[in-house]
């Protein structure tokens, strides 16, 4: 008795250990939630909420369906007070068949197609064989009838017969054959249509399925959630606005969107969504800095074998490197080494093992020291470059936009769109004419950014009184800044330029010519109008070898403190003037203006040479008439 006893608490003990065995061994599937977003311009964070319940104590829990488009590097996990993550580990399995829904729907589709596909064809094949059976038919009823009608007693009735049912039948053929046709050219269209659909789908991935297993503790009983974060590649987003204007000009109603694209494999349903402008960075730890290192070497005249492109390699970057450089090949040796600098940083920033951190390090400090070596060895051209150098894209500080909302986001080919935010902003609108360009007189908008956030770049359309009046693009704007925006040309204003008279005399050593201009204004519509008249002088850099004098002008130039620091020396002039109503024709409102060119009589006026730097000035200038 007391055997048995003994007998069978043993086997309820081992029993119940066999049980903690494989309950901390256990391991079961489990999809989990995305819950979260936050979308960069080229990857997206993705977490997902994993519901973990059971008893207290070790657990494996294999988190599936994850996406095609997942960095396998980038999973990490986090729990609460009461749960220790101690590995998170990326495995594929290979599956028999497409495990995603809409993909199994679109194979399914395939296989039908294919099959309908065969048939068609195995139709086409026996009508040929039709066809040639009533080939051998017709060819017996010859060699027969002319037998009879040799021997007199041919059957002119059953030829016949037989005569109009091989056309019936040849008929009936035809029309079979052009409708099989028809059918398979249809059925290889809808094949192509479905294999571009599916290859959409899946591309980039394999017939296998993606999982994370999370190895964790739990200190207590009962459910509690595991937040696994993954970043996935196939998605993006970029800003667009819609600028309203109404009939008032007060305000300008701004919508600041996101253009999306979403192709990582999986949908976001109902998700918080974050907008973010930062890189990714998975590195715990920031690049090296390696020594500088330099020594000398005889100074030799600049090499020319990259002239065409206008770069050098960075094996080059020796001797010379940075005198005898035109400005142009300098700014495009800058621009070269910023955009692999900045494609080495985002590596840098999810770089997590140590020799893939030393290799991009040293990468990064190779271009750090070009950029260094021209600093050290750069001439006046050099020089003046770096000085002017904009900073670098991505060196400002990184914007993030939350939405307020839950968001639905499908992973599709083409693009999807969602609000960020809506505002009114106050408007001052204006015209600006330069009839030495164009006719047309266009309308702008000072707006002030009063919203809560900042504006980046990106492109506009805009909208006067509900119409479409083109489209344009603004500028990264912060709060509290004001910024400039086009709504289209002004069909009711026209503007034009003529040259009223020149004068030219010659004293000692010199020639001095003087121009008088008109520059006049039409406005065809019931309003008084506010116009910026914008006209030029020639402009001498330096001005020692031609002199430019502005003389007696009808109308006062502009006082407006940016035109007079950045436009005003530079040769540009501006009035700001009324336009009355119905003022066309000889009303037409006018200004006169007269200036003189005085320079050695032995020479004539003429453009520079190079255009590439005074190109470079002008777009730095389009660029300040963007913002205030």
């Not at 829904?101 to 395939?110: H, T």
């Not at 309203?244 to 999306?260: P, T």
């Not at 402008?277 to 005889?298: D, E, I, K």
């Not at 060895?377 to 993030?400: I, Q």
Request: aromatic share 6%; net charge negative.
């Amino acid at each position: 008795m007391h055997l048995r006893n003994w007998r069978r608490q043993a086997a309820m003990a081992v029993a119940s250990v066999l049980a903690v065995l494989a309950a901390a061994g256990a391991a079961w599937a489990v999809d989990g939630r995305v819950a979260e977003v936050t979308l960069y311009r080229g990857q997206a964070q993705i977490t997902r909420t994993v519901p973990v319940d059971g008893a207290a104590g070790s657990l494996e829990v294999v988190v599936t369906g994850l996406p095609e488009q997942i960095v396998p590097d980038s999973l990490f996990a986090e729990g609460a007070d009461d749960v220790e993550i101690r590995a998170v580990r990326f495995r594929t399995r290979a599956v028999g068949e497409e495990p995603r829904d809409e993909v199994r729907a679109l194979d399914e589709q395939i296989r039908e197609t294919q099959q309908q596909t065969m048939l068609a064809q195995k139709k086409l094949e026996l009508l040929g064989k039709r066809a040639a059976y009533l080939d051998r038919m017709e060819t017996f009823s010859a060699e027969t009838a002319h037998g009879d009608l040799s021997s007199g007693v041919l059957d002119a009735e059953a030829l016949e017969r037989v005569t109009l049912f091989a056309f019936e039948q040849r008929e009936q053929i035809a029309e079979q054959e052009v409708d099989l046709q028809r059918q398979m050219h249809d059925l290889n269209e809808q094949m192509q249509l479905l294999q571009r659909q599916r290859g959409e789908l899946t591309r980039g991935a394999e017939r296998t399925v993606r999982e994370a297993v999370l190895f964790l503790h739990k200190q207590s009983d009962g459910p509690v959630d595991v937040r696994l974060n993954y970043l996935v590649n196939g998605c993006g987003w970029s800003p667009a606005y819609t600028m309203r204007a109404g009939g008032e000009r007060q305000q300008v109603s701004v919508e600041y969107n996101a253009l999306i694209h979403q192709l990582t494999g999986e949908n976001w349903d109902d998700v918080r969504l974050t907008l973010s402008t930062a890189s990714p960075a998975l590195a715990a730890a920031g690049p090296g800095l390696a020594p500088f290192h330099v020594t000398l070497q005889p100074e030799v005249v600049a090499q020319t074998p990259n002239e065409a492109s206008g770069q050098q390699a960075v094996g080059d970057l020796f001797g010379n490197y940075g005198r005898g450089m035109s400005r142009g090949q300098v700014i495009d040796n800058l621009e070269g080494l910023n955009r692999k600098k900045i494609e080495l940083q985002m590596q840098a920033g999810n770089a997590v093992t140590f020799q893939s951190n030393s290799t991009l390090s040293w990468d990064l400090n190779t271009f750090a020291c070009a950029s260094q070596q021209l600093e050290i060895n750069g001439d006046a051209v050099t020089l003046s470059v770096l000085r002017n150098e904009p900073s670098m894209p991505g060196e400002g500080p990184s914007l993030s936009y939350r939405l307020s909302g839950p968001v639905s986001l499908a992973s599709r080919s083409d693009q999807q769109m969602v609000r960020i935010m809506q505002t009114d902003m106050d408007s001052h609108f204006y015209h600006v004419a330069t009839p030495v360009l164009s006719p047309y007189v266009y309308r702008e908008a000072e707006l002030m950014n009063a919203s809560e956030e900042d504006l980046l770049a990106g492109p506009m359309t805009a909208y006067l009184d509900g119409r479409f009046v083109g489209r344009g693009e603004i500028p990264t704007v912060a709060r509290g800044q004001t910024f400039v925006v086009g709504f289209g040309a002004n069909p009711q204003l026209r503007t034009r330029r003529e040259l009223a008279d020149r004068d030219d005399k010659v004293q000692g050593g010199n020639r001095e010519t003087r121009f008088d201009y008109r520059l006049f204004i039409e406005n065809y519509s019931n309003q008084p109008t506010d116009v910026r008249l914008v006209d030029r002088l020639p402009h001498a850099e330096g001005g020692a070898d031609i002199r430019v004098t502005l003389g007696d002008t009808s109308d006062d130039i502009s006082d407006d403190k940016q035109y007079q620091r950045i436009e005003r020396p530079m040769g540009l002039l501006r009035w700001d003037v009324q336009v009355a109503a119905n003022a066309a024709g000889d009303d037409a409102r006018q200004i006169d203006y007269s200036y003189a060119v005085e320079y050695d009589r032995q020479y004539v006026v003429s453009l520079p040479s190079s255009k590439q730097s005074l190109q470079e000035e002008f777009e730095r200038l389009q660029r300040d008439r963007q913002k205030r």
